[in-house]
C-alpha cells in the first residue's frame, strides 16, 4: 500500500509541474544564470542592520540578489518571503499595488518554497525593524520541482541525511556550517604543514598490491594493460618511498577506500592525512600533531575547548 506522504508528494510535484508548463506556455523562460548580483544576505545585515529606516529610505539604494525561496507569506495585499543564500537570509517585501498585477500574480501562485529566484529592489526596514528588499522585479531562475522537508522536522531520518546530503544541506544551514568548518580546517592544516616546510604531494590510488594498513581493499580492472588492481587503503608505503628519495617532510591529503561495514559514522569512502617527516622520533610526531590539531581548532572555532559530541549530535 502507498503511504500518504508518498501520496502527498507526487501531488506537489504534479502540481509544480502544471505550474512550469503554464509559465512556459505563457512565453516564459527561465532568465539567464549570467547577471548582476550587487551583494549577499550576509554582506547586508553587517553593513545595514544598524541603519535607521529612514536613511535606507533617503539613500533609496537599489540592489540585486539571488537565492532560494525558503518561506512565503501573504497578507492581503503584501506579501513576505524568506531569501537564502549562501550567506544567510534576507527578507523580500513585495507590495501589489506598486510591482503590478504580472509580478504579484507570479509570486502568489507561480512561484513556489524551494524555488531559485533573482530579485531587484531597495533595501528598506519593516515596522518591526527587519531589513528587506522592498521588490520591484523578480525572475525565477529554476524552478523546485520536489517539494522540501517541512520547515521544523527538516530531514530527521539519518539513512535519508547521507543518502541525499544535498537536501539536508538546503534545508539545514547547521548542516553547511559544519560543511564549511570542515573546508576551513583542511584548509588550516594545509597552510601549517607548508609552514614547516613539508612538501603536500599525491600519490597513486590504483595499487597492483595493496598495502599500508591490514584492511580488504576495492578490486577495479585496467582495460588497456589488462591488469587487476587495488583502490589503495592507504598511502604509506608511497610516502615513505619518497623519504627515500631524498624528501625530508611530506603529506598527503588522501582518500582511502576500505571495502568493510558502511554505517554514519563508517563511510568505506574516507580522507586522511598522513605525513612523514625525517630526523624525527615519536617524541616529535606527538607534539607535531598536537599542535597541528591546536592550530585548526584555533583558525577554524577560534578556542581549544570544543563541545563534547552527545546523543544526535553524532552523526552530524
Excluded at 500518504?4 to 509541474?17: A, G, Q
Excluded at 534576507?90 to 507570479?106: F, I, P, S, Y
Excluded at 583542511?186 to 601549517?192: D, K
Excluded at 588492481?229 to 618511498?241: G, Q
Aim: net charge positive; charged share 30%.
Amino acid at each position: 500500500m502507498t503511504p500518504p506522504e508518498h501520496d502527498d508528494e507526487e501531488r506537489l510535484v504534479r502540481e509544480r509541474r502544471e505550474k512550469l508548463a503554464a509559465l512556459r506556455a505563457q512565453g516564459y523562460r527561465y532568465a539567464p544564470f549570467a547577471g548582476p548580483r550587487d551583494a549577499r544576505a550576509s554582506e547586508l545585515h553587517a553593513l545595514y542592520d544598524a541603519r535607521e529606516a529612514g536613511d535606507l529610505e533617503r539613500e533609496a539604494i537599489t540592489l540585486t540578489l539571488c537565492g532560494r525561496l525558503m518561506g512565503r507569506r501573504v497578507m492581503g495585499r503584501i506579501g513576505f518571503a524568506d531569501l537564502h543564500d549562501a550567506t544567510g537570509r534576507l527578507q523580500l517585501h513585495v507590495v501589489r499595488d506598486r510591482t503590478g498585477e504580472e509580478l504579484w500574480a507570479r509570486f502568489v501562485g507561480a512561484l513556489d518554497i524551494g524555488d531559485i529566484v533573482r530579485a531587484r529592489g531597495r533595501l528598506m526596514k519593516t515596522r518591526t525593524g527587519e531589513l528587506s528588499l522592498d521588490v520591484l522585479a523578480l525572475e525565477l531562475l529554476a524552478k523546485n520541482l520536489r517539494p522540501l522537508p517541512e520547515k521544523h522536522k527538516g530531514l530527521r531520518d539519518p539513512e535519508q541525511r547521507y543518502r541525499r546530503r544535498y537536501v539536508d544541506l538546503l534545508s539545514d544551514p547547521g548542516v553547511r556550517a559544519l560543511f564549511v568548518r570542515r573546508s576551513r580546517a583542511v584548509t588550516a592544516i594545509r597552510r601549517y604543514l607548508d609552514a614547516l616546510d613539508f612538501v603536500e604531494v599525491e600519490t597513486p590510488m590504483m595499487h597492483t598490491l595493496p598495502g599500508g594498513a591490514a584492511a580488504r581493499p576495492f578490486l577495479t580492472h585496467h582495460n588497456a594493460l589488462d591488469l587487476t588492481l587495488y583502490l589503495r587503503v592507504a598511502p604509506e608505503l608511497y610516502l615513505k618511498r619518497l623519504i627515500v628519495g631524498g624528501f625530508e617532510r611530506v603529506y598527503e591529503l588522501n582518500r582511502n577506500f576500505r571495502n568493510e561495514g558502511v554505517s554514519t559514522r563508517h563511510n568505506p569512502e574516507f580522507t586522511m592525512l598522513e605525513l612523514y617527516q625525517a630526523y624525527a622520533g615519536w617524541q616529535e610526531m606527538m607534539a607535531l600533531t598536537e599542535q597541528l590539531l591546536r592550530h585548526a581548532a584555533l583558525q577554524v572555532l577560534g578556542e581549544t575547548r570544543l563541545p563534547a559530541v552527545g546523543e544526535g549530535a553524532a552523526d552530524r
